[in-house]
């Protein structure tokens, strides 16, 4: 049973950074793409930062420069670095196992249970 477990998410003040992380168990962790989401109160889910199997990355435009995605395939984990964090990135944040195309990232079936991150003075 695929298992995504988020971590790391907390109350910072903006202009201030975070980590989140992913521990995926029950997959064959470094044969998928990873895919970070958020979703804030009343939007939609979003796509924020993906990574191939090889460690290719892509990032939403909202976040480029300031986001920066990684995975370590011997601790099945995948990350989100946060900084420079504004209030309007205050969401709930998920890991999805997915899969690259020539689309970009396709979300999978899998999903963690999300982590809060909350920007605010």
């Known amino acids: 049973q695929v298992q995504l477990v988020e971590s790391g998410g907390g109350l910072v003040q903006p202009g201030g950074s975070l980590r989140l992380s992913c521990a995926a168990s029950g997959t064959i962790f470094f044969a998928y793409a990873m895919g970070w989401y958020r979703q804030a109160p009343g939007k939609q889910r979003e796509l924020v930062a993906a990574i191939t199997k090889g460690g290719n990355t892509n990032y939403a435009d909202s976040v480029k420069g300031r986001f920066t995605i990684s995975r370590d395939n011997a601790k099945n984990t995948v990350y989100l670095q946060m900084s420079s964090l504004k209030p309007e990135d205050k969401a709930g944040y998920y890991c999805?196992?997915?899969?690259?195309?020539?689309?970009?990232?396709?979300?999978?079936?899998?999903w963690g249970q999300g982590t809060q991150v909350t920007v605010s003075s």
């Open positions: 999805n196992r997915g899969a690259f195309s020539s689309g970009g990232y396709s979300p999978g079936d899998y």
